[in-house]
């Protein structure tokens, strides 16, 4: 069989850190802080520009080798005793949401007396989430893309699933595979997050309001894993987002995983930016101290915060590394197979890969797959909609899973990050937003889930 990842090259190998934890100075909560007030006030600013440090909020230490992974040695920010500090051009950070138990340690002495096998605060296990995100000053976007953790890739030099990585070189291996993955495109920092510093992190914003959308149970006592959430629109604090986060226990398995965590991206990111959360940040930051290893700096973090709470819904671009489910008859184990032209479409396209390879060009109506997915209820709505589409050259559309709950706005997904043709949907339909997430069917290109706003001249009420 063949190598699953043909852009393999020889780079330097990533290897295991000597792990060491370092205290953050204690200026480094009024500063974040300060970072807050400093928005309404030119001298707060001017305080807090000479007060952050440029030194790496580091709880591991990296080889040289493993240093070079990153372009660390390039400024990703700026700031005077004026303003603020901001992003100065696009970077690219490797975010890896990690969870380790106590039999992945090596000293087995760590597991609970009572046999469980619990959650350990460390950085050294597989990574349960990857997310790739570019920050894009230039173009005035945000772009993340969700890499399943059961991608079947190249891990120094062994075809195995890309969440191993971390366990075998902690995040210098991790970038290493990632960028290699993704056709060679340039990380630049880094971020660990461990399970409970996630949990942690929710509970200093103050929970996160999510849609859940189906009843979710499952129980496993060996994990003292209890999932137990109820259909509906609620506040979850920390452990019951975790449980959101966690479930994966539908006809989805991990896809199901990574269209969760962007539901619950975006919530977290609508909500979090808001003055309510300034007086947070202290808190913000001691979880971050605790739960948290990054070679980025707080000035750095401070500019992506600053740019991102700039940034519009609308520019902020959510998807998945595109892909397949692999067959039982060909893999003993379940693996997402990687689809490399459509990931080199993408690379270049959201994350500033430049080589060989093109972006294609807008394409045929009657070539893209749209899946319908109604929130209406109105059959003669839906009927119109596909009518419309059909007299337009959309002449491969599908009524898929209607939603559970109505949505007052149609929404114009781009699943696999076609924005073009979303945006021509749109603009014909003259309803909805355009998003680009991964939220849709999967077997689409575009997913319109249609919202209440179609129903003015197109309802059964007409």
């Known amino acids: 069989m063949s190598s699953p990842n043909p852009r393999s090259r020889n780079k330097p190998r990533a290897y295991m850190s000597n792990k060491k934890k370092r205290s953050l100075p204690k200026w480094a909560g009024a500063a974040v802080l300060l970072g807050g007030i400093a928005s309404a006030s030119a001298a707060a600013g001017a305080f807090l520009a000479v007060s952050l440090g440029s030194t790496p909020l580091q709880q591991s ?12 040695n390039e400024p990703i ?17 490797l975010l890896l949401g990690v969870k380790v138990t106590s039999s992945d340690l090596d000293d087995y002495a760590a597991i609970d007396r009572d046999g469980y096998d619990s959650l350990v605060d460390s950085f050294e296990g597989l990574s349960d989430t990857m997310l790739m995100l570019r920050f894009d000053p230039r173009d005035e976007r945000v772009s993340v893309l969700s890499i399943p953790r059961d991608t079947r890739t190249n891990v120094d030099g062994e075809v195995t699933k890309i969440n191993e990585a971390n366990r075998e070189g902690g995040p210098a291996l991790s970038a290493q595979s990632v960028s290699e993955l993704m056709g060679g495109v340039a990380i630049d920092r880094y971020m660990r997050i461990n399970v409970q510093g996630v949990e942690k992190l929710i509970d200093a914003l103050g929970g996160v309001e999510v849609d859940v959308p189906k009843d979710m149970k499952y129980q496993d006592d060996s994990q003292h894993l209890y999932i137990n959430l109820k259909a509906g629109p609620q506040r979850l604090d920390g452990d019951k987002a975790m449980q ?3 479930y994966r226990y539908d006809d989805q398995g991990d896809i199901g995983r990574v269209q969760r965590q962007q539901v619950l991206m975006r919530s977290l990111t609508e909500q979090a930016l808001n003055p309510t959360t300034i007086a947070r940040l202290p808190k913000i930051l001691s979880v971050i101290q605790s739960h948290v290893d990054t070679n980025l700096s ?4 401070v500019a992506l915060v600053g740019y991102t709470a700039q940034t519009n819904r609308s520019d902020v671009q959510m998807l998945m590394l595109p892909g397949d489910f692999s067959s039982y008859n060909d893999y003993e184990l379940s693996y997402w197979l990687p689809n490399y032209s459509e990931i080199d479409q993408i690379s270049e396209q959201y994350f500033g890969l430049s ?4 972006v294609s060009e807008r394409r045929d109506p009657s070539d893209l797959r749209v899946v319908i997915q109604d929130s209406t209820y109105d059959d003669v709505a839906v009927q119109s909609l596909i009518n419309s589409l059909y007299d337009t050259g959309y002449y491969n559309v599908t009524v898929g899973r209607s939603l559970r709950d109505p949505i007052s706005d149609t929404r114009i997904v781009a699943q696999r990050g076609d924005l073009d043709s979303a945006r021509d949907i749109q603009q014909f339909l003259n309803v909805g937003e355009v998003r680009v997430e991964s939220t849709g069917n999967l077997d ?15 309802g059964e009420a007409l």
């Open 61 to 72: 230490n990296l080889s040289a080798a493993e240093a070079a992974i990153f372009t660390q």
């Open 77 to 93: 920010s700026k700031s005077n005793s004026l303003q603020l500090p901001h992003l100065t051009r696009p970077v690219n950070v």
């Open 244 to 246: 959101f986060l966690r």
């Open 298 to 301: 707080v000035e750095e973090l």
């Open 355 to 358: 080589n060989a390879y093109s």
């Open 444 to 458: 689409s290109d575009i997913t319109i889930q249609l919202g209440e706003d179609w129903l003015g001249e197109h």
